[in-house]
T-cell receptor, first 116, second 114 residues
Framework: GAGVSQSPSNKVTEKGKDVELRCDPI?????LYWYRQSLGQGLEFLIY????????KSGLPSDRFSAERTGGSVSTLTIQRTQQEDSAVYLC??????????????FGEGSRLTVL | GDSVTQMEGPVTLSEEAFLTINCTYT??????LFWYVQYPGEGLQLLLK?????DKGSNKGFEATYRKETTSFHLEKGSVQVSDSAVYFC?????????????FGGGTRVLVKP
């Protein structure tokens, strides 16, 4: 597609349930990022994938959070046993790498997660 | 670690007023600096960037100059419009062979009133 696509756009779940958020990056972008934007706060880095390299998971807040990127394209962020403090907008971004890398990240519109 | 600090909002202005949003950074190397903007109901998008000291990024009437001596990258616009109402994020990245992870500031909400 033309831009980064995320689904669902909105998700309401009950505390303790598992959720999956999907990201489809821009075609040809080899790097993919997940960020979290909590109400009234900035963007918190979660995880980063680059090609076949091991992902940078340094921002994942707990072991309830995990992410996969299959085939170097689509990524899924999974939150297990959701807690109310997980409520936030989860943003996905992609970028080019290598000699064409300008540093710009292209963001999706986000998935708003509400944990009741 | 690397960090970005920007002034807290909200900033409320009248149309045609001068806007400044302060941004300072801490980094272990020589980062590239960015301003991203998030308009209501839309995703973040790049507004402008600067990749080395004394560079000036500009776009849509906004400007920011990379000041290494003060580790700052303040955003300015001489005459704002209602359509500039948005949340503005300052960010940095240290390019590495494996890619570039952006570190963001907390965001500054700007509201421009007619």
């Amino acid at each position: 597609g033309a831009g980064v696509s995320q689904s669902p756009s909105n998700k309401v779940t009950e505390k303790g349930k598992d959720v999956e958020l999907r990201c489809d990056p821009i075609s040809g972008h080899t790097a993919l990022y997940w960020y979290r934007q909590s109400l009234g706060q900035g963007l918190e880095f979660l995880i980063y994938f680059q090609g076949n390299s091991a992902p940078d998971k340094s921002g994942l807040p707990s072991d309830r959070f995990s992410a996969e990127r299959t085939g170097g394209s689509v990524s899924t962020l999974t939150i297990q046993r959701t807690q109310q403090e997980d409520s936030a907008v989860y943003l996905c971004a992609s970028s080019k790498q290598g000699s064409t890398n300008t540093g710009e990240l292209f963001f999706g519109e986000g998935s708003r997660l509400t944990v009741l | 670690g690397d960090s970005v600090t920007q002034m807290e909002g909200p900033v409320t202005l009248s149309e045609e007023a001068f806007l400044t949003i302060n941004c300072t950074y801490t980094a272990t190397g020589y980062p590239s600096l960015f301003w991203y903007v998030q308009y209501p109901g839309e995703g973040l998008q790049l507004l402008l960037k600067a990749t080395k000291a004394d560079d000036k990024g500009s776009n849509k009437g906004f400007e920011a100059t990379y000041r290494k001596e003060t580790t700052s990258f303040h955003l300015e616009k001489g005459s704002v419009q209602v359509s500039d109402s948005a949340v503005y994020f300052c960010a940095l990245t240290l390019f590495k062979a494996a890619g570039n992870k952006l570190t963001f500031g907390g965001g500054t909400r700007v509201l421009v009133k007619p």
